[in-house]
């Protein structure tokens, strides 16, 4: 099983196979109803081979195609799984996710795979980094409001002494206090001057410390630069000063998690980061709110799922509220910019909700997943356009 990742849904939005099968379902983890996980995943996979039917693919191809799928129609398999899953199939292309958040049940069979769902958990908007430090190791994790997965960073040291040794090796001992790009550090200070008097022993601990902060610095900041999420730290206390002192990524919060990162595991950190940052999440979700409503009636708004679906394919819609509970069937025809839409999908039929906030995440664009009653107005659909 492949992890869900913001690089992960670009690569099935990337995917350019016909057709593409996406299959959702609600899963029990556990009790007696898990029971029912594998008969309503048969009941999708029939309903996904009578939509191949329609597009015109003979029985026995349908079969074929829909394989993958089947196989993991295992006891072991049903035994291990999460809230939802997720299935995408396409003529080389394979993905499946377990996931912690309950779909509804869906079949879409269309030219693009239906992504809507998976971007209420890995938007721009409900994602952060967390760096864990301690002096013998460090781990850089992308988190969401559901799950944290420890990502790999670029000339990211092993541990302080590594880090402290390459260094000297670059740079020379004489230069072993850098100053911050756009940080704290005055170059000015001698080693006692440092976080005040002290021993020469231990100034000179401290003075190796901040200068470890600064590599780990220089390493995130070319993994992260340009983005805005919020990044965490979790460490033993004392770093973080230090780290502070160091850091240069504008949207670091100074409240992170107290502890030593090399004694929890993923879930237990994830269970203390996501009540510091949801905060801002939801801080971000009604100013984006208030903003559509103030513009309203200035041209700049929209709530027209034609007029909205022609505007993404344009690229000119910077924000947009979705609902994640809700489909609306039609065809988009890019030469005509005109927008069909059918009260039932019919065949090569695709969510024009799915495809309006695709376009939008691919193109640049904030993409907030809503229940439907939290729309705005109650419309299906809301944007603002850039111009």
Not at 31 to 42: D, L, T
Not at 349 to 368: H, P, S
Request: charged share 25%.
């Amino acid at each position: 099983m492949t992890i869900l990742s913001h690089d992960e849904l670009k690569n099935l939005v990337d995917n350019s196979q016909i057709p593409c099968v996406s299959l959702y379902m609600h899963t029990q983890k556990a009790g007696p109803e898990i029971r029912q996980n594998p008969i309503r995943f048969k009941n999708l996979i029939r309903e996904a081979e009578e939509r191949l039917y329609a597009t015109g693919m003979r029985h026995t191809e349908a079969i074929d195609f829909l394989q993958p799928a089947k196989e993991l129609d295992t006891t072991d398999f049903w035994q291990n799984q999460n809230n939802g899953l997720a299935i995408f199939i396409s003529p080389q292309m394979f993905r499946y996710y377990r996931l912690p958040m309950e779909f509804q049940e869906l079949v879409v069979v269309s030219d693009r795979f239906h992504l809507k769902p998976l971007l209420h958990l890995i938007n721009s908007d409900g994602k952060f980094y967390l760096l864990a430090l301690s002096q013998k190791d460090i781990k850089f994790f992308e988190g969401t409001g559901y799950s944290l997965n420890e990502v790999e960073v670029a000339n990211m040291p092993q541990n302080m002494d590594a880090a402290l040794m390459e260094d000297d090796i670059q740079k020379g001992v004489q230069h072993r206090i850098a100053t911050s790009r756009g940080g704290t550090a005055n170059v000015s200070q001698k080693p006692g001057d440092f976080h005040g008097q002290g021993s020469p022993d231990r100034d000179k601990r401290q003075e190796d410390i901040l200068q470890f902060c600064h590599i780990i610095d220089r390493a995130v900041h070319e993994k992260i630069r340009g983005d805005n999420a919020p990044l965490l730290l979790m460490g033993v206390e004392y770093l973080f000063p230090i780290y502070q002192e160091a850091n240069t990524y504008p949207y670091f919060i100074e409240s992170g998690i107290t502890g030593n990162p090399e004694m929890m595991k993923p879930e237990e950190v994830h269970e203390q980061a996501w009540p510091i940052v949801e905060p801002l999440f939801h801080e971000n979700q009604q100013s984006a709110m208030a903003r559509y409503q103030q513009l309203a009636g200035t041209g700049t708004t929209s709530s027209d799922i034609k007029e909205i679906v022609s505007a993404t394919y344009c690229q000119r819609v910077d924000l947009m509220f979705v609902p994640i509970d809700m489909q609306v069937w039609g065809k988009f025809h890019p030469d005509t910019m005109t927008v069909d839409l059918h009260s039932e999908p019919e065949p090569d039929d695709e969510d024009m909700l799915d495809f309006a906030a695709i376009q939008t995440f691919i193109n640049g664009g904030k993409v907030y997943t809503v229940d439907s009653e939290q729309m705005p107005n109650g419309t299906p659909v809301a944007a603002i356009f850039r111009y």
